[in-house]
Protein backbone atom coordinates (compact mmCIF):
# COMPACT_ATOMS: atom_id res chain seq x y z
CA UNK A 1 0.00 0.00 0.00
CA UNK A 2 1.25 3.20 -1.17
CA UNK A 3 1.77 5.88 2.09
CA UNK A 4 3.75 7.97 4.13
CA UNK A 5 6.10 6.70 6.79
CA UNK A 6 7.59 8.55 9.55
CA UNK A 7 9.92 7.37 12.05
CA UNK A 8 10.41 6.73 14.96
CA UNK A 9 7.21 7.44 16.41
CA UNK A 10 8.24 8.58 19.69
CA UNK A 11 11.98 10.11 19.92
CA UNK A 12 13.58 11.75 22.97
CA UNK A 13 16.94 13.73 23.38
CA UNK A 14 19.34 15.83 25.41
CA UNK A 15 19.08 19.78 24.75
CA UNK A 16 21.96 21.27 22.47
CA UNK A 17 21.63 17.93 20.49
CA UNK A 18 20.79 17.65 16.77
CA UNK A 19 18.23 15.38 15.77
CA UNK A 20 17.21 13.93 12.41
CA UNK A 21 13.46 12.92 11.80
CA UNK A 22 12.67 10.23 8.82
CA UNK A 23 10.08 10.95 6.30
CA UNK A 24 9.50 8.42 3.47
CA UNK A 25 6.90 8.13 0.94
CA UNK A 26 6.00 5.96 -1.63
CA UNK A 27 3.17 7.85 -3.64
CA UNK A 28 5.17 9.00 -6.37
CA UNK A 29 4.21 12.59 -5.20
CA UNK A 30 6.31 15.10 -5.77
CA UNK A 31 5.99 17.97 -3.24
CA UNK A 32 6.87 16.88 0.32
CA UNK A 33 5.87 19.37 3.55
CA UNK A 34 6.69 19.58 7.15
CA UNK A 35 4.61 20.82 10.09
CA UNK A 36 4.57 21.23 13.54
CA UNK A 37 1.84 20.58 15.70
CA UNK A 38 1.41 21.84 19.40
CA UNK A 39 -1.42 22.22 21.32
CA UNK A 40 -4.23 24.97 20.55
CA UNK A 41 -1.77 25.75 17.40
CA UNK A 42 -3.41 24.09 14.72
CA UNK A 43 -0.67 22.89 12.02
CA UNK A 44 2.43 25.08 11.16
CA UNK A 45 4.58 24.73 8.23
CA UNK A 46 8.47 24.22 8.69
CA UNK A 47 9.79 24.13 5.26
CA UNK A 48 8.22 22.43 2.10
CA UNK A 49 9.94 20.85 -1.43
CA UNK A 50 8.21 20.90 -4.78
CA UNK A 51 10.66 19.04 -6.53
CA UNK A 52 13.91 17.19 -5.82
CA UNK A 53 16.84 19.05 -4.82
CA UNK A 54 14.89 22.25 -3.74
CA UNK A 55 13.22 23.85 -0.74
CA UNK A 56 11.37 26.54 0.76
CA UNK A 57 10.97 28.21 4.17
CA UNK A 58 7.65 27.74 5.83
CA UNK A 59 6.45 29.89 8.14
CA UNK A 60 9.02 28.72 11.48
CA UNK A 61 12.04 27.61 9.98
CA UNK A 62 14.07 28.80 12.32
CA UNK A 63 16.02 26.08 13.99
CA UNK A 64 15.34 23.61 11.43
CA UNK A 65 16.97 22.22 8.44
CA UNK A 66 16.15 19.50 5.26
CA UNK A 67 17.26 18.18 2.40
CA UNK A 68 15.44 17.23 -0.53
CA UNK A 69 18.08 14.57 -2.79
CA UNK A 70 15.45 12.01 -3.40
CA UNK A 71 12.08 12.43 -4.48
CA UNK A 72 10.72 9.82 -1.98
CA UNK A 73 12.89 11.08 1.24
CA UNK A 74 12.59 14.73 3.08
CA UNK A 75 14.21 14.25 6.15
CA UNK A 76 13.93 17.34 9.29
CA UNK A 77 16.65 18.02 10.88
CA UNK A 78 16.12 19.57 14.28
CA UNK A 79 18.67 21.38 15.41
CA UNK A 80 19.86 22.97 18.96
CA UNK A 81 19.12 26.81 17.59
CA UNK A 82 15.53 25.86 17.93
CA UNK A 83 14.49 26.77 21.28
CA UNK A 84 11.48 25.04 21.64
CA UNK A 85 11.49 21.53 20.11
CA UNK A 86 9.54 19.64 21.54
CA UNK A 87 6.52 19.43 19.92
CA UNK A 88 4.66 16.47 17.71
CA UNK A 89 5.95 16.88 13.93
CA UNK A 90 3.46 15.72 10.74
CA UNK A 91 5.60 15.24 7.42
CA UNK A 92 3.02 15.24 4.26
CA UNK A 93 3.22 14.99 0.77
CA UNK A 94 0.97 15.77 -2.25
CA UNK A 95 0.84 15.09 -5.93
CA UNK A 96 1.99 18.46 -6.92
CA UNK A 97 1.13 21.97 -4.97
CA UNK A 98 -0.75 21.49 -2.16
CA UNK A 99 -3.40 23.90 -2.94
CA UNK A 100 -4.06 22.93 -6.85
CA UNK A 101 -7.13 20.98 -6.95
CA UNK A 102 -6.72 17.62 -6.69
CA UNK A 103 -3.57 17.66 -4.76
CA UNK A 104 -4.91 16.88 -1.23
CA UNK A 105 -2.09 16.61 1.18
CA UNK A 106 -1.17 12.88 2.52
CA UNK A 107 0.39 13.30 6.34
CA UNK A 108 1.93 10.28 7.80
CA UNK A 109 1.45 9.62 11.44
CA UNK A 110 3.70 11.71 12.62
CA UNK A 111 7.02 11.87 15.40
CA UNK A 112 6.32 13.26 19.03
CA UNK A 113 9.80 14.58 19.68
CA UNK A 114 10.69 15.36 23.90
CA UNK A 115 13.50 17.26 24.45
CA UNK A 116 14.94 17.65 27.62
CA UNK B 1 -1.65 37.66 7.21
CA UNK B 2 -4.48 35.83 5.75
CA UNK B 3 -5.92 33.54 8.37
CA UNK B 4 -8.64 30.64 8.99
CA UNK B 5 -10.67 31.10 12.31
CA UNK B 6 -12.43 27.86 13.06
CA UNK B 7 -15.42 27.37 15.89
CA UNK B 8 -15.99 26.49 17.88
CA UNK B 9 -12.28 25.40 19.36
CA UNK B 10 -14.35 22.06 21.27
CA UNK B 11 -17.43 20.66 21.45
CA UNK B 12 -18.75 17.94 24.14
CA UNK B 13 -21.40 16.39 22.94
CA UNK B 14 -23.55 12.90 23.54
CA UNK B 15 -23.13 9.81 21.14
CA UNK B 16 -26.09 10.03 18.38
CA UNK B 17 -26.31 13.57 18.64
CA UNK B 18 -25.31 16.29 15.24
CA UNK B 19 -22.74 18.32 14.81
CA UNK B 20 -22.19 21.58 13.11
CA UNK B 21 -18.85 23.32 13.09
CA UNK B 22 -17.13 26.29 10.83
CA UNK B 23 -14.39 28.05 9.25
CA UNK B 24 -14.56 31.93 8.30
CA UNK B 25 -11.78 34.12 7.09
CA UNK B 26 -11.45 37.86 6.15
CA UNK B 27 -10.28 36.95 2.35
CA UNK B 28 -11.87 34.88 -0.12
CA UNK B 29 -11.22 31.33 -1.23
CA UNK B 30 -10.91 29.32 -3.94
CA UNK B 31 -10.68 25.89 -2.16
CA UNK B 32 -12.34 24.53 1.58
CA UNK B 33 -10.55 21.51 2.48
CA UNK B 34 -11.71 19.50 5.60
CA UNK B 35 -9.28 17.01 7.52
CA UNK B 36 -9.64 15.15 10.44
CA UNK B 37 -7.37 13.55 13.21
CA UNK B 38 -7.44 11.07 15.18
CA UNK B 39 -5.46 11.14 18.58
CA UNK B 40 -2.03 10.35 17.53
CA UNK B 41 -2.31 9.87 13.78
CA UNK B 42 -1.83 12.45 10.95
CA UNK B 43 -4.97 14.16 9.48
CA UNK B 44 -6.75 12.71 7.11
CA UNK B 45 -8.67 14.24 4.53
CA UNK B 46 -12.09 14.37 4.14
CA UNK B 47 -14.58 16.60 2.10
CA UNK B 48 -12.46 18.94 -0.76
CA UNK B 49 -14.65 21.31 -1.76
CA UNK B 50 -13.83 23.93 -5.21
CA UNK B 51 -16.77 26.15 -6.11
CA UNK B 52 -18.90 28.44 -4.03
CA UNK B 53 -21.97 26.99 -2.81
CA UNK B 54 -21.22 23.59 -3.18
CA UNK B 55 -22.36 20.68 -0.93
CA UNK B 56 -20.38 17.45 -0.67
CA UNK B 57 -21.13 14.85 1.01
CA UNK B 58 -18.72 11.73 2.57
CA UNK B 59 -21.21 9.50 4.56
CA UNK B 60 -22.71 11.30 7.57
CA UNK B 61 -20.60 14.15 7.13
CA UNK B 62 -21.75 16.49 5.24
CA UNK B 63 -19.49 20.03 4.04
CA UNK B 64 -20.77 23.10 2.17
CA UNK B 65 -18.51 25.85 0.76
CA UNK B 66 -20.19 29.15 1.34
CA UNK B 67 -21.95 31.57 -1.30
CA UNK B 68 -19.40 34.05 -0.06
CA UNK B 69 -16.39 32.19 -0.52
CA UNK B 70 -15.34 33.34 3.21
CA UNK B 71 -17.12 30.16 5.28
CA UNK B 72 -17.24 26.61 5.02
CA UNK B 73 -18.93 24.57 7.11
CA UNK B 74 -18.89 20.89 7.75
CA UNK B 75 -22.08 18.88 9.74
CA UNK B 76 -21.66 15.48 11.39
CA UNK B 77 -25.47 13.26 11.41
CA UNK B 78 -25.89 10.43 14.50
CA UNK B 79 -21.99 11.09 15.77
CA UNK B 80 -20.51 7.67 16.97
CA UNK B 81 -17.37 7.27 19.34
CA UNK B 82 -15.26 7.07 16.45
CA UNK B 83 -15.58 10.57 15.13
CA UNK B 84 -13.98 11.65 18.05
CA UNK B 85 -10.85 13.62 16.72
CA UNK B 86 -9.43 17.18 15.68
CA UNK B 87 -11.12 18.89 12.53
CA UNK B 88 -9.37 21.19 10.71
CA UNK B 89 -10.55 23.26 7.51
CA UNK B 90 -8.09 24.58 5.49
CA UNK B 91 -7.50 26.73 2.37
CA UNK B 92 -4.99 27.90 -0.70
CA UNK B 93 -2.86 30.84 1.03
CA UNK B 94 -3.56 33.64 -0.97
CA UNK B 95 -5.04 31.36 -3.68
CA UNK B 96 -1.80 29.73 -4.82
CA UNK B 97 -0.89 26.28 -5.66
CA UNK B 98 1.92 25.43 -3.42
CA UNK B 99 0.75 26.35 0.34
CA UNK B 100 -2.18 25.74 1.79
CA UNK B 101 -3.35 27.21 5.51
CA UNK B 102 -5.05 25.30 8.56
CA UNK B 103 -7.34 26.85 11.57
CA UNK B 104 -6.59 26.17 14.50
CA UNK B 105 -9.26 23.11 14.58
CA UNK B 106 -12.39 21.80 16.47
CA UNK B 107 -11.73 19.52 18.74
CA UNK B 108 -14.52 17.23 19.30
CA UNK B 109 -15.46 14.91 22.30
CA UNK B 110 -18.08 12.31 22.72
CA UNK B 111 -19.78 11.60 25.76
CA UNK B 112 -20.71 8.08 26.56
Known amino acids: DGGITQSPKYLFRKEGQNVTLSCEQNLNHDAMYWYRQDPGQGLRLIYY?????DFQKGDIAEGYSVSREKKESFPLTVTSAQKNPTAFYLCASSRWGQGAVNSPLHFGNGTRLTVT | GQQLNQSPQSMFIQEGEDVSMNCTSSSIFNTWLWYKQDPGEGPVLLIA?????ELTSNGRLTAQFGITRKDSFLNISASIPSDVGIYFC????????????FGKGTRLHILP
Open chain 1, 49 to 53: SQIVN
Open chain 2, 90 to 101: AGPYMNRDDKII
Open chain 2, 49 to 53: LYKAG
